[in-house]
């Protein structure tokens, strides 16, 4: 029965990894330009062309579906992250040459400190997602899968056996964290007496990319400003 499952779960990843028709790319970075504005330990996030994409934007209310780690590696092997078939594996920025892309960016994070999550990174390579899990996929087979607004992040934690990798955020959640690096921590009002705040470190399930983009501790980094932006020097016709 197991097996059974997970060939079932092997077929249903294959279908949702397929691309959309219907992708409109508006802010697409090229890759030497993305290549030469990184620094090791950026997350990079993804607005995907899958089918898988949509339903995560619609769970998410984001553009953003994917994210994925750059540890600064060799060209065609600068990116850590997590795939649907694949599992955590290195790829390349190559491969997302045709997408809308954004840059975060730790900030206050020492070189010592970037090491210890890349080493994070690197040791999660070859982590799969446990497919066998084939109630874990159904739910993103509808674009638009009818659940209240309160449980949409809830329901993409699920999972009855190996923690979730279809998220890719997941893993690069626990690497920050590893190091007590806070992402997007749930806040609650301290007592009268201490008049501030204590943040608690959410699970790392529960992160999505666009967390990475909410962040009060990363900062978005655009290539096209990075790069000595002069307005007037654009071929813009009236």
Not at 88 to 117: F, Q
Not at 146 to 156: A, G, I, K, N
Not at 160 to 184: K, M, N, Q, W
Not at 220 to 228: Q, S
Request: charged share 25%; with cysteine; proline share 7%.
């Amino acid at each position: 029965m197991a097996q059974l499952s997970r060939m079932s779960g092997k077929r249903m990843a294959r279908f949702l990894q397929k691309q959309t028709r219907f992708y409109q790319p508006f802010g697409v970075i090229p890759t030497r330009a993305l290549r030469a504005t990184l620094r090791p330990g950026d997350v990079l996030l993804v607005e995907g062309d899958r089918r898988i994409s949509a339903a995560i934007k619609y769970l998410t209310h984001s553009t953003w579906s994917h994210a994925a780690f750059y540890s600064g590696g060799p060209p065609g092997g600068e990116l850590i992250e997590a795939d649907l078939e694949a599992g955590v594996r290195i790829a390349g920025l190559a491969a997302y040459a045709h997408l809308n892309t954004r840059i975060c960016r730790p900030v206050g994070l020492g070189h010592d400190r970037i090491e210890e999550v890349i080493d994070y990174m690197q040791s999660a390579v070859g982590r799969q997602y446990d497919l066998k899990n084939v109630i874990d996929l159904v739910r993103y087979l509808l674009p638009r899968p009818p659940v209240p607004h309160r449980f949409r992040r809830r329901m993409l934690a699920l999972g009855s056996g190996d923690p979730t990798r279809a998220i890719c955020s997941t893993v690069i959640a626990e690497a920050f964290h590893s190091v007590h690096y806070p992402i997007l921590p749930d806040i609650e009002m301290g007592s009268a007496d201490s008049q501030g705040e204590i943040l608690h470190i959410r699970h790392s399930s529960l992160f999505t990319p666009r967390d990475f983009d909410l962040s009060p501790y990363f900062d978005v980094i655009k290539p096209t400003l990075e790069d000595g932006f002069d307005f007037r020097k654009l071929p813009l016709e009236e």
